[in-house]
Structure formats: C-alpha cells, structure tokens
Nanobody, 123 residues
Framework: QVQLVESGGGLVQPGGSLRLSCAAS????????MGWYRQAPGKQRELVAY???????DYADSVKGRFTISEDNDKNTVYLQMNSLKVEDTAVYYC?????????????????WGQGTQVTVSS
C-alpha cells in the first residue's frame, strides 16, 4: 500500500554536498511524519532527521547545521540536503514514513521503510 523509493546517494568528497530524495506512493493512511535514518557498517540504525505533518523538524545532534530536511508542497516527496559532509556520514540512508490506520482504541501506528541509498564520503 505504501512504497518509499530513495534516490540521490553516491560518492562525495569530504566537505561536499548531496541531496537525497524519497518519493512516497500509495499512501492512504494518516501520516504523522517522514524522516531519514542511516546505518553505518557495524552500527545500529539511527535517526538523522524528520519532518512532521505540522511541518516541524528535528535533527540528530551530529548533523545539526549541516543537514536540512524538507518536503514538496504535496508532501509526496521528502528531501535531505546534506552539506559539509564528513567521512563519518558514510552510511546507507533510509527513508521512513510513519502514520496510522483506524481510530480510537483501534488506532494502529505504522512505520514504512525505503530500500536505502548508499552515501559514501571519501577523499
């Protein structure tokens, strides 16, 4: 019902920039937020940034001031603008969408994931 497709990953030098995109389709649930997670080799997946249905945003401390999350006006696509990239930013980046189905006591929260896109920062 919900598909998330990431794009924009690649190889970039330290200090460079990259913009990731995530296109959502088939979404009929009530959306809470969309965000980006990343997972580096040997590490657990961590939250990078998210944007809520109320257009509020938050970021991991490690990326504040460097990364910016945004959405298209129709909220079908979310972006992650990454500036001043560091080697430690190297990871697979995953788009996620959180929402709910049902209502009241039957309300169920859902989290959907994209397939991931590789970001490699290397000189």
């Amino acid at each position: 019902q919900v598909q998330l497709v990431e794009s924009g990953g690649g190889l970039v030098q330290p200090g460079g920039s990259l913009r990731l995109s995530c296109a959502a389709s088939g979404n009929t649930l009530s959306r809470y937020s969309m965000g980006w997670y990343r997972q580096a080799p040997g590490k657990q997946r961590e939250l990078v940034a998210y944007i809520t249905s109320f257009n509020t945003t938050d970021y991991a401390d490690s990326v504040k001031g460097r990364f910016t999350i945004s959405e298209d006006n129709d909220k079908n696509t979310v972006y992650l603008q990454m500036n001043s990239l560091k080697v430690e930013d190297t990871a697979v980046y995953y788009c996620n969408l959180e929402g709910s189905t049902g209502w009241g006591k039957t309300l169920i929260q859902h989290k959907y994931w994209g397939q991931g896109t590789q970001v490699t920062v290397s000189s």
